[in-house]
């Protein structure tokens, strides 16, 4: 079944920076398309970013595009999300989660998550 | 960016009861459309997609309705399992979006 194990949260400060993990099994991590979501406890979820199943392409939302980077290692079955500039507002579970769609591109780049990791707290504070 | 409105925010019901839910797009997004279930301390799972689309292993109890800017997802009898939040995503047009969830309590 499908696995994604998240690894790398924790609380940083203001300013600095976090790489989040995802370890994936279950599936052929490379016919797949991945997501980062995250959710504020309690409150609703907002998507993050996606990177198409090659890495061909990367689609951010704009609370993080130029601060976020999200990157894969299909050789390791791998997805991780790189962030820099953290600031109060970035605090939130994130998740990485499987797009349903295999080979995802142009208008079915990115569609719906179908499984979902763990979750992990990032917490930014001083 | 597509903005999803759901409604109600809180739905009270009891076990066997019907609910349905409801979600508004901000404009057309086709029946690109999404639903999913979150209960305390879990994450979302995949309920339905493509506006009608029961996703693997979905209890047929659940349906979901429409197209272009309003959807619906029917829970025809609730089990006690059902009661948590649904949120619906959209995946027409990047940045791909939630609405802000509806969350089904036991009355």
């Known amino acids: 079944q499908v696995q994604l194990v998240q690894s790398g949260g924790g609380v940083v400060q203001p300013g600095g920076s976090l790489r989040l993990s995802c370890a994936a099994s279950?599936?052929?991590?490379?016919?797949?398309?991945m997501h980062w979501a995250r959710q504020v406890p309690g409150k609703g979820l907002e998507w993050v970013a996606f990177?198409?199943?090659?890495?061909?392409?990367?689609?951010?939302a704009d609370s993080v595009r130029g601060l976020f980077t999200i990157s894969r290692d299909n050789s390791k079955n791998m997805l991780f999300l790189q962030m820099t500039s953290l600031t109060g507002a970035d605090t939130a579970v994130f998740y990485c989660?499987?797009?349903?769609?295999?080979f995802g591109s142009g208008s079915s780049a990115g569609t719906y998550f179908d499984s979902w990791g763990q979750g992990t707290l990032v917490t930014v504070s001083s | 960016e597509i903005v999803l409105t759901q409604s109600p925010a809180t739905l009270s019901l009891s076990p066997g009861e019907r609910a349905t839910l409801s979600c508004r797009a901000s404009q057309s997004v086709d029946s690109y459309l999404a639903w999913y279930q979150q209960k305390p301390g879990q994450v979302p799972r995949l309920l339905i997609y493509d506006a009608s689309s029961r996703a693997t292993g979905i209890p047929a109890r659940f349906s979901g309705s429409g197209s272009g800017t309003d959807f619906t997802l029917t829970i025809s009898s609730l089990e006690p399992e059902d009661f948590a939040v649904y949120f619906c995503?959209?995946?027409?047009?990047?940045?791909?979006?939630f609405g802000g969830g509806t969350k089904v309590e036991i009355k």
């Open positions: 989660a499987k797009d349903m769609t295999p």
């Open positions: 990177i198409r199943f090659d890495g061909g392409d990367q689609y951010y």
């Open positions: 995503q959209q995946r027409s047009y990047w940045p791909l979006t």
């Open positions: 279950g599936f052929t991590f490379s016919h797949y398309g």
